[in-house]
């Protein structure tokens, strides 16, 4: 029943025009949909909808495009793997796995069927194609036609079909807090000033959500999207880059797109470039005590890391048995004594002792 109620409610959403004395009702519907979108994606996951695709290496990255774009020439280009690559639709029928070496990083990279419009409503076995995407580190939205007008539909479906899953490309969680109480109603405060959302709609959300009492505080100038997603369980937070293939054929006048040929082998090593920097990664060298450390060999850990975490990546023991650790590089001195929750940056080299 909840796919009914979906299209009756996105109906009734296209058919209300917003003005202030619908703008309540509007974000009351807003909540409502993503409620059942939510309720829609648990069902689907019960009967088992999705790829099972387990995550290796320090990274992953997921290909996502329309069929024939070039996904295939693009992960043969950049990894060891081996797509089927052909010049007709749907080639990649299953998900293909690659591992991209880049600085010392085994970074796995995904290539999975081509997305189309409503895949995010279960077409062409979208539903299952886009629960990988969800478990990706960083997103390649991978484009390619003969017109600057077809690319740019290319990329705002393949946006939308994400949004529509509770995909957030490219922002941050909303900056809202919420305390709720078992009495005393909504007493709303804010840091800034609110200019895209009203009290009225505040409310209304909130009791779609079935919260009647809270204390809410709002330090951005937050929509009622944006407002609903701090509620919403299902969405996910993930860096995505806009990449445009087979320039060789065609180059678009298209900003903010890294624009490359697969199959040419232009600006691969830029496309790797940003890749590496997109996903915020750093890598750590390991000395052990007395010895020179291996400089061929990083550890790779997210940025802004401590060395708590990197010692949990090594081995619960590490983390156990820590007395403390010495730290070149990023250091006051060479092989200052540090403790775990010392920050680390890119190329540091530390001496763990326990």
Avoid at 33 to 41: D, G
Avoid at 63 to 75: A, E, H, Y
Avoid at 269 to 298: A, C, F, H, T, V
Avoid at 303 to 330: M, P, Q
Wanted: net charge positive; proline share 3%.
């Amino acid at each position: 029943m909840t796919e009914a109620d979906i299209k009756k409610v996105e109906e009734e959403l296209k058919n209300t025009k917003y003005n202030k004395a619908t703008q309540a009702h509007i974000g009351k519907l807003k909540a409502k949909l993503a409620i059942l979108n939510e309720e829609s994606e648990k069902r689907g996951g019960k009967k088992g909808g999705g790829y099972s695709v387990k995550k290796s290496g320090d990274a992953t990255v997921v290909i996502v495009g329309f069929p024939s774009v070039g996904k295939s020439t693009l992960i043969n280009a950049i990894t060891k793997a081996e797509s089927k690559v052909a010049e007709y639709d749907f080639t990649t029928l299953d998900i293909i796995p690659g591992v991209m070496e880049y600085y010392g990083a085994k970074i796995q990279v995904l290539d999975i069927p081509g997305i189309i419009s409503e895949a995010s409503s279960g077409k062409g076995r979208g539903r299952k194609v886009l629960s990988v995407v969800r478990n990706a580190d960083l997103i390649l939205i991978v484009a390619a036609g003969n017109s600057e007008g077809k690319i740019e539909e290319q990329v705002n479906i393949i946006e939308k079909e994400l949004y529509n899953v509770g995909l957030r490309l490219n922002e941050k969680r909303p900056d809202i807090r919420i305390y709720r109480k078992t009495k005393g109603g909504v007493n709303i405060n804010s840091t800034v000033k609110l200019t895209r959302i009203s009290k009225e709609e505040i409310v209304s959300v909130l009791k779609e959500f079935g919260i009647y009492n809270a204390d809410i505080l709002v330090r951005e100038d937050v929509s009622v999207d944006r407002f609903i997603d701090s509620f919403a369980h299902n969405r996910v937070y993930i860096p995505a880059l806009k990449v445009i293939n087979k320039i060789d054929l065609f180059e678009p006048r298209i900003p903010n797109a890294l624009k490359i040929s697969a199959a040419k082998g232009i600006n691969i090593e830029k496309l790797k470039e940003n890749i590496w920097k997109r996903l915020d990664l750093i890598r750590i060298y390991l000395k052990p005590i007395g010895k020179e450390p291996d400089m061929s060999n990083p550890l790779i850990v997210k940025n802004n890391s401590t060395v708590k975490d990197v010692c949990e990546k090594i081995h619960a023991r590490f983390l156990n048995d820590f007395k403390y650790s010495r730290l070149w590089g990023s250091s006051k001195f060479p092989g200052q004594k540090v403790g775990l929750e010392c920050r680390l940056r890119d190329g540091d080299i530390i001496e763990i002792h326990l």
